[in-house]
């Protein structure tokens, strides 16, 4: 029996980290010790009790990262409730269809999220009470006098492993997000197999990750790595500029740093400008999509040190397939995390062989429980111990696995099936591009052509579209050029940095 709380927070008194800056707010000065964090997670959780919210009710969290978030997601854990941290990012309509679908009881929102909820809350059949961090608004609670009602300290309720512990909504590059239920134990899973044995996470290391609290990237990041060591964590609510995370790294100096390729893109064009700042890296980690080779190759250039590429999910928690320290490959996920197993299958099923494409299935003790209220989609996806991503790889000789697209952008030209990725790949590597995504679209004989969508760095040259073909049929292949490039402003992502290619396949 073993309630996460335990582990991750209170733990650290015990050992004598009492006085520990666990998280400070970059800008702000605001800091919390794991002292100060068990003693507030377990006020919280007496809070919780008091304002009748029972426990496996739902406290949904629209909260900015701050260090309210950490008191609250590890209170509820305590006190039995299961915390639901919600994408700051969305439109209302979105929060109305989660709300709703989580039959959240209670929502903790930050006053500057207040505004895009508001609309929502009245007519919600399920809330019962509405905590703002900051000036309470009408008909709500501020998280002050929500606080002051836990006078008392609970201690974390005993909890099973197995037993669910937190939601978080997947974001999903296509269709609406569904509530993925992860247990008490999947913490402890990505801690010491991605945290201890890729990362090395240490006690005296500082952690800074632009990916926020609601990610699950972000959460393992902020969280469940630094704090299954005792480790600092550097934490930002503000929204995550080139510009603005490059001070942030030059102000903290974090020793790890966690950033997805879309920032890593935009902070290296920033920095080939600007120069890089000084601070003590020693790894830096990316996720969310694969990283174009061109950005890992020059961020290195710059700053010195490598970053890790690789591949987790929503339904896995965290990074399960990944690059390690010393052994990076540009342009590959690198290999299954210890503790992972992974297999690449046919469309039948069956297992395919080296070199050829097949969907990632991964085996894993962070595999959610399932999805909430979709039991066939919860069928389709967690097979057994085997969990399908619906990524497309292909694993080379090597035994290092190489991303080709998810499972709905593959398609074939010449009857040859073509990785969008691998095209972006090769169109990234020209200097002239900041970011590009490639998918199908049909030529005057209603065939599949890939087309590029790209965003440029600088002027657009005058032959760009023949310079960028005959770049890509060098690199990687005669057939795989892309028949049109368009540029554009920028691409349509996700709120966590993924490209929603669908959005691109819709105008193709």
């Not at 989660?98 to 999220?113: G, H, N």
């Not at 669910?164 to 609406?176: P, R």
């Not at 010491?192 to 609601?214: C, I, N, W």
């Not at 892309?482 to 540029?487: K, Q, S």
Request: aromatic residues 8%.
């Amino acid at each position: 029996m073993s309630n996460a709380a335990s582990y991750f927070v209170d733990r650290h008194v015990d050992e004598g980290r009492a006085l520990k800056v666990a998280f400070r707010e970059a800008g702000t000065g605001r800091t919390l010790t794991y002292g100060a964090l068990s003693d507030a997670s377990g006020r919280a959780a007496t809070a919780l009790a008091t304002h009748g919210i029972a426990r496996e009710e739902r406290m949904a969290m629209l909260v900015l990262d701050q260090v309210e978030f950490p008191v609250l997601f590890w209170g509820a854990l305590k006190a039995g409730v299961i915390p639901v941290p919600l994408n700051t990012l969305l439109a209302t309509p979105v929060y109305d269809a989660i709300l709703r679908d989580s039959r959240a009881t209670m929502l903790v929102v930050s006053e500057a999220l207040f505004d895009v909820v508001a609309p929502v809350l009245a007519d919600n059949p399920y809330l019962r009470s509405v905590v703002v961090i900051g000036a309470a608004q009408p008909d709500t609670l501020d998280y002050a006098s929500f606080m002051s009602l836990g006078a008392e300290v609970t201690a974390p309720f005993e909890a099973s492993d197995d037993e669910t512990a937190f939601w978080l909504y997947s974001s999903g590059s296509t269709g609406q997000p569904k509530g993925v239920h992860h247990v008490h134990s999947a913490l402890r899973a990505t801690a010491d197999t991605y945290g201890a044995q890729v990362l090395g996470m240490r006690e005296d290391d500082v952690v800074f990750s632009a990916a926020k609290f609601f990610f699950a990237y972000g959460l393992g990041n902020s969280m469940t790595f630094p704090m299954a060591v005792g480790a600092t964590v550097a934490i930002f609510g503000g929204r995550p500029t080139p510009e603005g995370i490059v001070d942030i790294i030059a102000a903290e100096h974090p020793t790890v740093f966690c950033g997805v390729p879309t920032l890593y893109a935009a902070m290296v064009a920033h920095m080939q400008a600007n120069g890089a700042p000084d601070a003590p890296l020693r790894v830096c980690i990316s996720a969310g999509e694969a990283l174009p080779e061109s950005v890992g190759t020059r961020w290195r250039d710059l700053t010195g040190v490598d970053i890790l590429d690789g591949v987790g999910s929503t339904e896995m928690l965290h990074i399960f397939l990944s690059n390690a320290p010393g052994d990076v490959v540009y342009g590959t996920s690198g290999v299954p995390v210890p503790g992972y197993d992974v297999r690449l299958v046919d469309e039948a099923g069956a297992d395919v062989g080296v070199d050829e494409v097949g969907e990632l299935l991964v085996n894993g003790a962070s595999a959610a429980a399932g999805y909430w209220n979709k039991r066939d989609k919860t069928r389709e996806t967690f097979q057994g111990v085997w969990t399908r991503t619906g990524d497309k790889y292909e694993r080379r000789a090597d035994g290092r696995f190489v991303y080709c697209g998810r499972t709905d952008d593959m398609f074939k030209v010449s009857g040859i099936w073509v990785s969008p990725f691998e095209v972006e790949q090769a169109i990234a590597s020209h200097p002239a591009v900041l970011e590009c995504a490639v998918v199908a679209a049909r030529d005057e004989d209603d065939l599949d052509k890939p087309k590029a969508f790209v965003v440029m760095q600088g002027e657009r040259p005058d032959d760009l579209e023949e310079v960028l073909k005959e770049h890509v049929k060098d690199r990687i292949g005669k057939w795989k050029y892309p028949r049109w490039v368009e540029c554009v402003e920028s691409l349509p992502k996700t709120a966590t940095g993924k490209i929603q290619r669908f959005k691109l396949r819709e105008g193709a």
